[in-house]
């Protein structure tokens, strides 16, 4: 049974930082995508990153603060948010692409595997 699993999320100030995991299991996954989605808004792409980790991506409203990375030995994916703003609020999702699709995926049909979601409140 495929799982992806979520924590990490909260409430932060503005400034702050927050870390997300998620943790899959189940089978073998050819990339991970997090995607947010704000109340009233449709779900957008955050960033991606290769199985092997050797490849991230990112959206451009969070490069440089956002980083996606991958401890292979636990089979968790992380969400590392620094410098965060109160538009940054959201659901975020932790997905999962099988080998073979379309990478970095950045809608949610390049998805095949979702976690729950996990809110993060940024305050002003």
């Known amino acids: 049974q495929v799982q992806l699993v979520e924590s990490g999320g909260g409430l932060v100030q503005a400034g702050g930082s927050l870390r997300l995991s998620c943790a899959a299991s189940?089978?073998?996954?050819?990339?991970y995508g997090w995607l947010r989605q704000a109340p009233g808004k449709e779900r957008e792409f955050v960033g991606a990153?290769?199985?092997?980790?050797?490849?991230?991506v990112y959206a451009d409203s969070v490069k440089g603060r956002f980083a996606i990375f991958r401890d292979n030995a636990k089979n968790t994916v992380y969400l590392q948010m620094n410098s965060l703003k109160p538009e940054d609020t959201a659901v975020y999702y932790c997905?999962?692409?099988?080998?073979?699709?379309?990478?970095?995926?950045?809608?949610?049909?390049?998805?095949?595997?979702w976690g729950q979601g996990t809110q993060v409140t940024v305050s002003s």
């Open positions: 990153v290769t199985w092997s980790g050797g490849s991230t």
């Open positions: 189940g089978r073998t996954f050819g990339s």
């Open positions: 997905a999962a692409a099988r080998l073979g699709r379309k990478y970095p995926g950045t809608v949610t049909d390049d998805y095949d595997y």
